[in-house]
């Protein structure tokens, strides 16, 4: 298990706290995954409920449990986990700016579309818990670069070749 999870770079200080941050948006991105999936009626009521256009809404229907969906994918990959990281931010980044501006008071009532443990959260709670999220995603994000960055040249100076290395990376 630990031969494991230095392999895939998380050792170190740096590296337990990147995995600690992977298994967080993990515990975020699935269920709420699951749950627009399996209530998918009751998500596209929610979304459609929501001040902006109806076109708007059914590109969100679809296209939020797919980029949900696809950031837990891309987070479980080795080789897709810093675009799972940046695919997280900007998930949080637009649900942060969503809420934020909510709290603002850009539209009169607000119904929250949310479902499992977010839809019982008052709009600054819910806030604050996008903010943490998206604050992890992006340190996340800073750490898989730095451990990326120092992992960089040591499987060629383990004797293999720089451009068999950036060939078989290519393929």
């Not at 940046?86 to 603002?104: K, N, R």
């Not at 607000?110 to 709670?125: A, E, H, K, N």
């Not at 806030?127 to 990326?148: D, M, Q």
């Amino acid at each position: 298990m630990v031969w494991k999870l230095t392999q895939q770079g998380f050792s170190g200080k740096k590296g337990i706290a990147l995995l600690l941050i992977i298994l967080s948006l993990l515990a975020l991105w699935i269920p709420v995954t699951i749950d627009k999936l399996t209530d998918f009626t009751v998500f596209k009521k929610g979304i459609l409920n929501q001040p902006f256009s109806d076109g708007l809404g059914y590109v969100l229907i679809y296209a939020l449990p797919v980029l949900e969906c696809g950031a837990v994918i891309c987070l479980i990959s080795e080789k897709l986990r810093g675009t799972g990281l940046v695919l997280s931010t900007l998930l949080m980044v637009a649900f942060t700016g969503y809420v934020g501006m909510a709290l603002l008071g850009a539209w009169e009532k607000l119904p929250c579309g949310c479902g499992s443990v977010i839809s019982g959260m008052t709009w600054l709670q819910h806030f604050f818990f996008n903010v943490f999220f998206l604050l992890l995603s992006i340190t996340g994000h800073y750490l898989w670069y730095k451990l990326r960055g120092s992992n960089a040249g040591s499987e060629t100076a383990e004797g293999g070749s720089a451009k068999r290395l950036y060939n078989k990376s290519i393929l």
